[in-house]
T-cell receptor, first 115, second 111 residues
Framework: IAGITQAPTSQILAAGRRMTLRCTQDMRHNAMYWYRQDLGLGLRLIHYSNTAGTTGKGEVPDGYSVSRANTDDFPLTLASAVPSQTSVYFC??????????????FGNGTRLTVT | TQLLEQSPQFLSIQEGENLTVYCNSSSVFSSLQWYRQEPGEGPVLLVTVVTGGEVKKLKRLTFQFGDARKDSSLHITAAQPGDTGLYLCAGESNYGQNFVFGPGTRLSVLP
């Protein structure tokens, strides 16, 4: 089934540790995104990529980095995790960046707890 | 920064009842989308509204975009337990942020 695969499904991480959340899509979408979802705050954009080789900062980029070496993969790295990064992380993709004709397709999320 | 508010935050109703949830902003959006999210899954797109005053129907769900494109509503007729979930609105930003999401309305339909 075509879609977005995120790994791991959940993770408990000690503060200060490095962690990479994986995201792979098989829809050949040009744009990819990372969101975090926190109760009462909704989904907030961390980083995005318009196309392979380019990335941009979203609303809450501090403490996170991304890379887009190819069309399919968009990993999110926490260089030194802090408890405030405890959240559910969603990867999404769309055919192009922005615009109502290019809706977002989401993965099932990674639940991260930083202790 | 363009912000979206959703109300109510939580709603619990009996099967068969009607309900309306709201998405409001002080900003104008180019378009607005509604998503439904079930536990343990990512949001799934329900509908996109583009024109001020536009009404779209999806079976028992009716979506309306405000005339000024600052607000939207979702009305569910004869709610069913399968409608249970988190309903998110997302506005297409005019400032290159792609889509801005509201915090969501968590709906529970009891059998």
């Amino acid at each position: 089934i075509a879609g977005i695969t995120q790994a791991p499904t959940s993770q408990i991480l000690a503060a200060g540790r490095r962690m990479t959340l994986r995201c792979t899509q098989d829809m050949r979408h040009n744009a990819m995104y990372w969101y975090r979802q926190d109760l009462g705050l909704g989904l907030r954009l961390i980083h995005y990529s318009n196309t392979a080789g380019t990335t941009g900062k979203g609303e809450v980029p501090d403490g996170y980095s991304v890379s887009r070496a190819n069309t399919d993969d968009f990993p999110l790295t926490l260089a030194s995790a802090v408890p405030s990064q405890t959240s559910v992380y969603f990867c999404a993709s769309s055919d192009s960046f922005g615009g109502y004709n290019s809706p977002l397709h989401f993965g099932n999320g990674t639940r991260l707890t930083v202790t | 920064t363009q912000l979206l508010e959703q109300s109510p935050q939580f709603l619990s109703i009996q099967e068969g009842e009607n309900l309306t949830v709201y998405c409001n902003s002080s900003s104008v959006f180019s378009s607005l989308q509604w998503y439904r999210q079930e536990p343990g899954e990512g949001p799934v797109l329900l509908v996109t509204v583009v024109t001020g005053g536009e009404v779209k129907k999806l079976k028992r769900l009716t979506f309306q975009f405000g005339d000024a494109r600052k607000d939207s509503s979702l009305h569910i007729t004869a709610a069913q337990p399968g409608d249970t979930g988190l309903y998110l609105c997302a506005g297409e930003s005019n400032y290159g942020q792609n889509f801005v999401f509201g915090p969501g309305t968590r709906l529970s339909v009891l059998p």
